[in-house]
C-alpha cells in the first residue's frame, strides 16, 4: 500500500493547481510528502509516501489519496467514489502541516495498521 498526495492534477480536462506555479507546487507537495513519510517512519510504519501530479480517475489505484479538498470539490462525485480518498485542507499542503492528514489515517480503517498512528 502506498500514500498518494494530489495536490495538483496536470492532465485531463480539469487542472486545478496548488499555486500556479508548478515548480512551486512540486517543491510545497514535496515537503507535505516528506513530513508525513518521516512521522510515518518514526511510528514504525513504513509506507512510500507519493506526490502524485497525474491522478487520472480513470486508473484504478487501491492506494490511500491524501486529495486536497479543493480539487475533491471540483471532481463530480461518480468519478472519485471508487477511490480510497481522505480530504486534505489545501493551506496543509501549502504549510506542510501535517495535522490534518494523520488524523485521517488515524479514521480510516484499512486493516494496514495506518490505524496505530
Do not use: W
Not at 3 to 20: A, C, E, H, W
Not at 53 to 64: E, Q, S
Not at 88 to 99: A, E, F, K, S
Amino acid at each position: 500500500m502506498n500514500i498518494k498526495v494530489v495536490g495538483d492534477i496536470r492532465v485531463g480536462k480539469i487542472q486545478p493547481s496548488l499555486t500556479g506555479n508548478p515548480i512551486v507546487d512540486d517543491v510545497l507537495i514535496q515537503h507535505f510528502c516528506d513530513r508525513l513519510k518521516e512521522k510515518l517512519n518514526s511510528l514504525q510504519l513504513f509506507i512510500d509516501i507519493i506526490p502524485d501530479h497525474f491522478f487520472d480517475v480513470t486508473k484504478p489505484c487501491a492506494d490511500i489519496i491524501l486529495m486536497d479538498r479543493r480539487i475533491i470539490s471540483d471532481l463530480p462525485d461518480e468519478l472519485i467514489m471508487n477511490f480510497k480518498i481522505i480530504d486534505i485542507d489545501h493551506n496543509d499542503i501549502l504549510r506542510g502541516n501535517i495535522t490534518g492528514a494523520l488524523k485521517g489515517l488515524k479514521r480510516y480503517d484499512s486493516g494496514k495498521n495506518v490505524s496505530t498512528i
